[in-house]
């Protein structure tokens, strides 16, 4: 079945260090691929998402590039902030994968803490 | 302004008691969905919707019921609550691929 497998947090960075989150699935079809963040006591936004393979979804400084040879969609930053400390989520949706064809499968989040 | 509003954001009741958790959308989509999320932050998907009339249950068994009578409003009920409900959920809804999500109702069943 479909799956989405994310690295463990949390992940502590100091302020103006590089990021990367990585993340790699498991889909039938041609899923598009999302990063969702959550901020402490909200829901889940969405940061930023591709929809084939080579696309690079980008936000707020934050990048992924769509991997279908290695199934993979691993999030980046060159420079974090204090204010980008929540969770993230990896997530998938295939559209051949239920009738619905919008249900989103998510990792299990990381929790990223930046530190000034 | 298009959102997706649920309340209470906060809810702290004693067990045995029947809560409505509400979830309501002005962005006239038909897919809506609950998750839960426990404490170490995965989210489990519980209940979906494909438009009124129609609910499904999702991939996590959970003891609340949905209904959807009209297309913006999608409430969550549990008859009788016990500790093991305490948790966070979170309602959404989508058109397409992209799904947009509640603040969340926090939940704790004493």
């Known amino acids: 079945g479909n799956s989405v497998t994310q690295m463990e947090g949390p992940v502590t960075l100091s302020e103006e260090a590089f990021l990367t989150i990585n993340c790699t699935y498991t889909?039938?079809?041609?899923?598009?691929l999302f990063w969702y963040v959550q901020y402490p006591g909200e829901g889940l936004q969405l940061l930023l998402k591709a929809t084939k393979a080579d696309d690079k979804g980008s936000n707020k400084g934050f990048e992924a590039t769509y991997r279908k040879e290695t199934t993979s969609f691993h999030l980046e930053k060159g420079s974090v902030q204090v204010s980008d400390s929540a969770v993230y989520f990896c997530?998938?949706?295939?559209?051949?994968?239920?009738?619905?064809?919008?249900?989103?499968?998510f990792g299990k989040g990381t929790t990223l803490s930046v530190s000034s | 302004e298009a959102d997706i509003y649920q309340t209470p954001r906060y809810l702290v009741i004693g067990t045995g008691k029947k809560i409505t958790l509400e979830c309501s959308q002005t962005m006239g989509h038909d897919k809506m969905y609950w998750y839960q999320q426990d404490p170490g932050m995965e989210l489990h998907l519980i209940h979906y919707s494909y438009g009124v009339n129609s609910t499904e249950k999702g991939d996590l068994s959970s003891e609340s019921t949905v209904s959807r009578i009209r297309t913006e409003h999608f409430p969550l009920t549990l008859e009788s609550a016990r500790p093991s409900h305490t948790s966070q959920y979170l309602c959404a809804s989508s058109e397409g691929y992209e799904q947009f999500f509640g603040p969340g109702t926090r939940l704790t069943v004493l």
């Open positions: 997530a998938l949706s295939d559209p051949f994968a239920n009738q619905a064809g919008t249900a989103l499968i």
């Open positions: 889909a039938t079809g041609y899923p598009s």
